[in-house]
């Protein structure tokens, strides 16, 4: 029988960036369950590239993974973010220090060796009605894989254990994930006459300028559970113009926000398309438009619940809040109760220091183990 080191270092060497099909991953792991006497129930679609992926809902024995309604699931995606070229050992696992390191060590293939472990380890005949072990494609780009699965209404889950690096931690709460396009148009000219263009760097710096005042309000608002506990904006890129001697005639920019549990996803793009209108109605030369991306909800289960009070006494750990989107926010609005758990730190997640502590990993096995045996 495999360990989790072994399955990780497999899993690790198995590419799964989102632009490639999941394939390869899912087939490793369907091939683990079904050592176990699992069934798997694949669920292929092509993403907007043609690329195919795949979802996988997988039953212990005696079960049908075809049953919507049912009681616990565990959750983990099979995409990571690309790694950097000069990342010479991305793919090639390195044990050093007591820690595994390697492209999705922590985030999240390492809870998902740590599910496959657990499953190999236990009798066929010892696990709860109502139990599913879920893959999904794309989280990285959206949660689309998720999003697939409540739209399809492929599952209906009582009770949700979704895999995130959170040190083991139960996290109880996390906040949302949203995202828009901002387009600032103007009107070229020579950088010699200004006056015969509008410049649209000029207009969307002055947007920008609002909407950082608009933030700094929001932080005002405080969710105790969080760090920082507010609901925070962030503009990650932005790009415009055509050349150093003309007025810019475009300017465009992503803009980011993660709100706090129980604030509406479209809260802030509300307030900023009420900017927007402001900065029309005293200047006929200013036009933006905003194109929603992604509006994702926070989410928060009950301190009492009994989900999170076994998690915090399986693995001796208080419940937290995550500051990270997750799936999660995909199936908050139909599942009664949702934690956020899995081994490794999520601060060295997406760059050349992921890993994850093998002792870690051990101690994962047996949470898992047990949470899955609650019934």
Known sequence: MRGVVEILSDLIRIPSNSAVSNRPLVEYATAVLQRAGWSARPLPYLDSAGVEKINLIAAPPGQNAADRDVNLVFMCHTDTVPYATEWNEALEPILRDGNLHGCG??????????????????????????????LTADEEIGCIGASRLVSDSALRPRRMVIGEPTSLHPARAGKGYCLAEVTVFGKEAHSAHPGQGVSAIYNAARLITAIEEFAA???????????????????????GGTAKNIVAG??????????????QANRVLQSVSAIVERLQSVDAAFHAEIKPLRQQVGFETSAGSALVQ????LTGRQAISIPFGSEASIFAPIADEIIVIG????????????????????????????LMKTG
């Open 105 to 134: 060590a922590c985030d999240v293939k390492g809870f998902l060796a740590c599910l496959l472990t657990a499953i190999s380890r236990s009798a066929s005949d010892e696990w709860p009605d109502g139990l599913r072990l879920v």
């Open 217 to 239: 309000k929001l932080a005002l608002e405080k969710h105790s559970f969080f760090d920082p506990g507010f609901t925070t904006i962030n503009i990650g890129t932005i790009e």
């Open 250 to 263: 475009l300017c465009r920019f992503q803009l980011e926000w993660r709100p706090i549990p129980g604030e």
């Open 310 to 313: 076994s998690a915090e006494a």
């Open 343 to 370: 081994p490794g730190d999520m601060r060295t997640a997406h760059s050349s220091r992921e890993c994850v502590a093998v002792a870690e990993l051990d101690e994962a096995v047996a949470c898992l183990s047990a």
